[in-house]
């Protein structure tokens, strides 16, 4: 099975300060990757996915991800954070070829940005 | 709009009731899922279904049971309710044929006293 490792349940960040939530995945194959978000009392929605050759993915509300096949990584950044961008944040991934599509997700990462 | 539609949105439950979480989705996906989200533990996979007609366990399954009623929905029974049941529940769809990555439901808050 896949295993998914986000470090640090919690991060706190000023407003207008870089955001990095970081990512490793165990895997002998590179997975599909996703990063999801949570605002308080919703679902998860979609923040940003890598499917494909591109390694460095862009997702919404400013966000991007790189995958780092060497370091089995997939860091989370934001260059500038918002009040806004308050929210759990879910890294996870997929098996390449998988007819379920199951994904597999890691602890979750509470982002906290102070003004 | 298209998704996954969960009913009810908040539930409480005396110790020992039952009740199904109703799941649909009109996206014509092949796989749903349930998971249950606790603070600390991240999302847990109670359930899961590669097709209509089929139900496979997941991580955490004792005390529930579910139902693939047809493509479109796939339910989650808890029989006999239990206060270490009270949780956030999620259910979602995906078809990797189409496009990888789940689409969530809003989720039920479900509450055993």
């Known amino acids: 099975a896949q295993s998914v490792t986000q470090l640090g349940s919690h991060v706190s960040v000023s407003e207008g300060a870089l955001v990095l939530l970081r990512c490793n995945y165990s895997?002998?194959?590179?997975?599909?990757l996703f990063w999801y978000v949570q605002y308080p009392n919703q679902g998860l929605q979609l923040l940003l996915k890598y499917t494909s050759a591109a390694t460095l993915v862009k997702g919404i509300n400013g966000f991007e991800a790189e995958f780092k096949k060497s370091e089995t990584s997939f860091h989370l950044t934001k260059p500038s954070a918002h009040m806004s961008d308050a929210a759990e944040y879910f890294c996870?991934?997929?098996?390449?070829?998988?007819?379920?599509?199951?994904?597999?997700f890691g602890r979750g990462t509470q982002l906290t940005v102070w003004p | 709009n298209a998704g996954v539609t969960q009913t009810p949105k908040f539930q409480v439950l005396k110790t020992g009731q039952s009740m199904t979480l109703q799941c649909a989705q009109d996206m014509n996906h092949n796989s749903m899922y349930w998971y249950r989200q606790d603070p600390g533990m991240g999302l847990r996979l109670i359930y899961y279904s590669a097709s209509e007609g089929t139900t496979d366990k997941g991580e955490v399954p004792n005390g529930y049971n579910v139902s693939r009623l047809n493509k479109r929905e796939f339910s989650l029974r808890l029989e006999s309710a239990a206060p270490s049941q009270t949780s956030v529940y999620f259910c979602?769809?995906?078809?990797?044929?189409?496009?990888?990555?789940?689409?969530f439901g809003s989720g039920t808050r479900l509450t055993v006293v």
């Open positions: 979602a769809s995906s078809d990797p044929g189409t496009s990888y990555g789940y689409t």
């Open positions: 895997s002998s194959v590179p997975p599909y």
């Open positions: 996870a991934v997929g098996e390449r070829g998988s007819t379920l599509g199951r994904l597999y």
